[in-house]
């Protein structure tokens, strides 16, 4: 199992930017991509950006050109870097890793917030 822990939501203005955190521990051998997913309130979880362990990434229409994902390898870190954020972007957002012999691994979610 992989455990995770993010970092980095809270409430931002219209137009504001956050960065995202989220570190892995334990059998992070086993992680083949690591990613974020996002719920607003009464909507369904959703996928918001992935990437590979060679370094592929993709990203959901509604955040292409907005937001960037990355990894530190070394740390066993993905970020999430957010600029032009939108109300609509309100939501708690989920890191997670899937492994390679199938299955998610997901942290506890962390709130980000934009007003308008």
């Known amino acids: 199992q992989v455990q995770l822990v993010e970092s980095g939501g809270g409430l931002v203005q219209a137009g504001g930017s956050l960065r995202l955190s989220c570190v892995a521990s334990g059998s992070t051998f086993s992680v083949k991509a690591m990613g974020w997913y996002r719920q607003a309130p009464g909507k369904q979880r959703e996928l918001v950006a992935t990437?590979?362990?060679?370094?592929?990434?993709n990203y959901a229409d509604s955040v292409k050109g907005r937001f960037t994902i990355s990894r530190d390898y070394a740390k066993n870190m993905v970020y999430l870097q957010m600029i032009s954020l939108k109300p609509e972007d309100t939501a708690v957002y989920y890191c997670y890793a899937e492994r390679v012999l199938g299955g998610k691994n997901w942290g506890q979610g962390t709130q980000v917030t934009v007003s308008s």
């Open positions: 990437i590979t362990n060679a370094g592929s990434t």
